[in-house]
């Protein structure tokens, strides 16, 4: 696999600008919307650390498996199967892609991509999030973006209602679009809602020469 190949599977996450249509809405769905929004920032308020199972699946049907750790604010971590030679960190303040077979470190601002929805609870949604209508009042959707940078890119995250979870929602995945109209969907399985999580997990050996590890 090439490097420019595991960019085309990554990348859709981290810089995915979407076009959003100009649509009316009536008074009774902004109500919603915003109830929704609220539920959603509860959630994530109500959440300190996750740990879950993950499936990414790009526009091409492949998929890769790995696990997920979350720590707010600004930590998580995408440990990618055996024999994938890739890792995704963020420590707080950068988003790192790390490909160990090219020994090639690339790093963006954790602000600068729309999983900064997801790991700082105090953002406000309202400002760069809408509801996308699902058909099932136990399915929440929530497409994330900035207007004012839409070359920060686009995720769709999608919660399900669950009693025992943080703030009454659970989060199945999400699923982005690129500009090169690359999309990748990620699933989440096996979720487990703040659980103790060291820091260490969010450290990472530098495979560039006369580097160190991070």
Excluded: C
């Amino acid at each position: 696999m090439t490097l420019n190949h595991k960019l085309t599977r990554l990348a859709a996450w981290t810089f995915t600008p979407v076009a959003a249509a100009g649509l009316a809405i009536a008074a009774p769905a902004i109500a919603q919307s915003a109830s929704t929004l609220s539920a959603v920032q509860s959630h994530l308020k109500s959440t300190s650390s996750m740990t879950a199972d993950f499936v990414q699946t790009d526009r091409n049907g492949q998929r890769l498996n790995g696990k997920l750790t979350l720590k707010r604010p600004g930590k998580i971590r995408f440990q990618y199967q055996k024999g994938v030679p890739l890792l995704i960190v963020g420590d707080g303040s950068s988003l790192t892609m790390i490909d160990y077979e090219v020994r090639q470190v690339q790093r963006w601002p954790v602000k600068n991509s729309p999983l900064g929805a997801l790991l700082d609870p105090d953002r406000d949604l309202t400002k760069f999030a809408k509801v996308v209508p699902t058909g099932s009042n136990n399915v929440l959707s929530v497409e994330v973006k900035d207007p004012k940078r839409p070359e920060y890119g686009t995720i769709t995250m999608v919660f399900v209602r669950d009693g025992s979870a943080p703030g009454g929602l659970q989060l199945r995945g999400w699923v982005a679009l690129d500009s090169q109209n690359n999309r990748t969907r990620i699933d989440l399985s096996n979720q487990q809602f703040n659980v103790a999580v060291a820091d260490s997990a969010f450290k990472w050996t530098d495979p560039r020469p006369t580097k160190r590890g991070r």
